[in-house]
T-cell receptor, first 111, second 112 residues
Framework: DAKTTQPPSMDCAEGRAANLPCNHSTISGNEYVYWYRQIHSQGPQYIIHGLKNNETNEMASLIITEDRKSSTLILPHATLRDTAVYYCIVISNFGNEKLTFGTGTRLTIIP | DAGITQSPRHKVTETGTPVTLRCHQTENHRYMYWYRQDPGHGLRLIHYSYGVKDTDKGEVSDGYSVSRSKTEDFLLTLESATSSQTSVYFC???????????FGSGTRLTVV
């Protein structure tokens, strides 16, 4: 069973903030939320990850709800180069669990 | 991506022939992975390695074998290629299971 649920597609105007939601209602206390993206035909690219606190880096911000059942990836000023498939992944910080990719959200930035 | 290269980038081969794909890293990362990506299935883990000579199966390992005789190289072999193995293959490296993975640019394999 999928650990995460994402909308299959979204559009966002260039220059606006892109907010990508992810539901992970069965997340357990030792599981992190990771975000990757895949630009057409390229290998996936790591964006950001978090456990329970909000996180920010040079690429994006990650907002995790207090109950940890959902999160939002924010690209603050979307550009055309942000058009990609975005994957939200939940993974434990124990054991040897590997990244498992779902089908993600296809984000299209509109000029 | 810097530090990880896959070869070849493209290959066409005939059914029944053996094929080896190579993943080479210069980051000295312990962990290496092979994924395949097909329309409608996303990325699926084939095999992974957690050190030299230490490998294990992923979710779609049938028909594939791997070897890692040195830290920098992880080879994926299709012993007898089939048309169902036509796919894009991605290699990834990481310092740990839960540390951000770095992916290669992919190998597009077509089995005819």
């Amino acid at each position: 069973d999928a650990k995460t649920t994402q909308p299959p597609s979204m559009d966002c105007a260039e220059g606006r903030a892109a907010n990508l939601p992810c539901n992970h209602s069965t997340i357990s206390g030792n599981e992190y939320v990771y975000w990757y993206r895949q630009i057409h035909s390229q290998g996936p690219q790591y964006i950001i990850h978090g456990l329970k606190n909000n996180e920010t880096n040079e690429m994006a911000s990650l907002i995790i709800t207090e109950d940890r059942k959902s999160s939002t990836l924010i690209l603050p000023h979307a550009t055309l180069r942000d058009t990609a498939v975005y994957y939200c992944i939940v993974i434990s910080n124990f054991g040897n669990e590997k990244l498992t990719f779902g089908t993600g959200t296809r984000l299209t930035i509109i000029p | 991506d810097a530090g990880i290269t896959q070869s070849p980038r493209h290959k066409v081969t005939e059914t029944g022939t053996p094929v080896t794909l190579r993943c080479h890293q210069t980051e000295n990362h312990r962990y290496m992975y092979w994924y395949r990506q097909d329309p409608g299935h996303g990325l699926r883990l084939i095999h992974y390695s957690y050190g030299v000579k230490d490998t294990d199966k992923g979710e779609v390992s049938d028909g594939y074998s791997v070897s890692r005789s040195k830290t920098e190289d992880f080879l994926l072999t299709l012993e007898s290629a089939t048309s169902s193995q036509t796919s894009v293959y991605f290699c990834a490296i990481s310092e740990g299971y839960r540390v951000g993975y770095t992916f290669g640019s992919g190998t597009r394999l077509t089995v005819v």
